[in-house]
């Protein structure tokens, strides 16, 4: 059971419930169990699934270099249910593997490698990105599709932090329970 227990489907409020059914039909989610703990929360869980339901395979940046990026994102972040789901069936195992060093894989295009090395730096060091880094991108990317990869790598290693502190997949008691009084219900 997550730290946070999720609130159980059926007691969902009923927009959250036909906004997360809609997203597991058009594959934005594979499990629901963290977006019952973002329910607690409900403007907030409007809000991010409203931004996913906007973006996912909507950007600039094609769905195979999305899908990498989030799971690698997953991968540093140490979120289960996001590095164990696959929503692009061009990603292989053999991809998935080489997201530890994307320099050294000849399976990726240029711009996934500097896609990728930009989400590492992201993640482990933001100062380090500066202009250097920027036109490095500019070579092989449009400053429209660097901004929406910024952007895309915000939301990704947020969210998967986040997902991460709430060990989706823990088998322990719960360290907060469910009660229906903590549920914000905003008119």
Request: proline letters at 5%; a negative charge.
């Amino acid at each position: 059971m997550p730290r946070i227990e999720p609130i159980p489907y059926n007691n969902l409020d009923p927009e959250l419930r036909r906004r997360y059914d809609a997203g597991m039909d058009d594959g934005r989610y594979t499990t629901t169990v963290p977006l019952q703990i973002y329910a607690y929360a409900k403007a907030y869980a409007v809000a991010g699934d409203e931004r996913y339901r906007l973006t996912f395979r909507r950007g600039l940046l094609d769905t195979r270099l999305e899908e990498l990026l989030r799971i690698r994102s997953a991968q540093i972040n140490g979120c289960g249910p996001c590095s164990s789901s696959r929503k692009d069936s061009s990603i292989s195992d053999d991809d998935v593997a080489c997201m530890v060093d994307p320099a050294e894989s000849a399976g990726y295009s240029e711009r996934e490698k500097r896609a990728l090395r930009f989400l590492d730096a992201f993640n482990r060091d933001h100062h380090s990105i500066g202009d250097k880094e920027l036109l490095e991108l500019a070579e092989v990317f449009t400053t429209a599709e660097i901004v929406e990869l910024g952007q895309m790598c915000g939301a990704f290693i947020g969210t998967h932090r986040w997902t991460h502190i709430l060990d989706v997949f823990d088998d322990s008691e719960p360290v907060l329970k469910y009660r229906p009084s903590d549920v914000d219900r905003p008119a």
